[in-house]
C-alpha cells in the first residue's frame, strides 16, 4: 500500500481549502447534531455542529466546541445569555437541509430551511421535530483554549427523547436503528452498519458479542 | 412513534450501568481511535478513545477527553512525560483487538493484544501498523474540568499518514475508502456508507453533491 506522508513542515505551503479538508478529516467519524437555541429575542437558531463529545454519565455531561466568536456566532450567544439549547440527531430524511443550516442566515434556519421545531414542557430552548434523539442541556462551564481561542462548553444534560423502539433493556440507544447518521471531513454524509457490541475487555478473557 | 422521555430527576435512580450506556450514547457516532503512546520506561502503550475531536486547522490541533487520574491512567502519564503521542484509525480487521486495549494490562497492549507497532522517523511515538490513517502528536495545553474533573489534551498535528488511493484532490481523506470505523454507546463498532458530500451553504443557493 503506497502513503503519503505529510508533516508539519508541509502544513503552511498547503493551499487554504485543501488543508482545512484535509485536517477535518484527522479526527474520523464525527457526531452529526443539530443544535437548537433561543435568542433573547426570541428568534430560534439551529446550527449543525459534529465537535460533540460525551463528558461524564453521573453527572450527565456532555461537551462541544465551538470557534472563536470574532464573527458572529448565534448560537454560542443563545447558550451564553439564556443558558439552555438541544442537541438534535441528524437522519437521513433531512441532512441536505441541516447542512444547509450552516449557511449564514440572518432570520431563523427552522424558518429558511422548513426544519419544523418541537418544544418540549421541561426545557425552553427548541428541538428539532424529525429527529432521531433529542437531548436537553444547560450551560454549565466555559474553557477557552488558549492555544486558539476556540470555545469548549459543557453542558448538563437535562431531558433526553428517545424513540422506544431504539433502548435496549440495558440502556444502550441502537442510534443506528433509529436513523441517527455520522459525518466526515466538513461536508460528508454516512449512514452505518453494525459489525458487533462487545463484552466488556479484561485481560484474559475473550470477548463476547452481546445482542 | 412512541418515545420514551427521560429528565434529570429520573438519573439518580437509573441502574448505573443502564445510566452509563445511556449517556454515552447522547453524543451520536463517535471518533475511534487506538492512542499510541510510550512511557518513561519504553514500554509502549495502546488505548481506545472516542473522546477526539477537531480543534483547528490553522494551526492543525486536535482534542481528546481523557478521565480523571484517580487510578492509573497511563496514556495520559505518557503524553504528559514525554509529550508525544499518535492518533490511528480502527479497521473492521481489528476492532476486537481494539477493544480488548481497554483491558487493563500491566504489560503493553501491544504485545498483550498482538496489534503490531510501527515507527516513523519523524515522531517517538508508536503507530498501529495496520491503521487505515495515523496521525502523530505532540501535547501543547491541558484543560481541567471544573464540573467532573475531566482533563482535555490539546495536540498539534506533526504527520499524517494516509493510504494514497483515498486522498481525494481538494484535501477530503475517503476515511470509508480507508476502512475506519466508527462506534457508538460503549462498546458497539460500525462501518459507514457514504449518502453525499455537499457544497458550502449560502443563504439562497441550491446545494450541489461533490464527487
Known sequence: MTE????QDDFPYLDKYFRRNLINCLSGFKSLNLVGSKGKDEQLNLAPFSQIIHVGAT????G?????????RHTLTNILETGYYTFNHVKEEFFKEAHQCSARYEQSEFEATGIEPYFSDEHPAPY???ASL??????EERQDLK????????GSVIEIIIPEDCLNTDGYIDIEKAGSLTCSGLDAYHVTQRLARLSYAKPDQ???ELD
Chains 1, 2 share one sequence.
Open 206 to 208: 475473550l470477548l463476547k
Open 128 to 130: 428539532v421535530k424529525e
Open 64 to 72: 462541544m466546541l465551538v470557534r472563536p466568536d470574532s464573527v458572529p
Open 59 to 62: 453527572p450527565a455531561l456532555m
Open 4 to 7: 503519503i506522508i505529510f508533516n
Open 147 to 154: 492555544i486558539n481561542g476556540t470555545i469548549f462548553i459543557i
Open 134 to 139: 433529542k437531548v436537553g442541556l444547560k450551560f
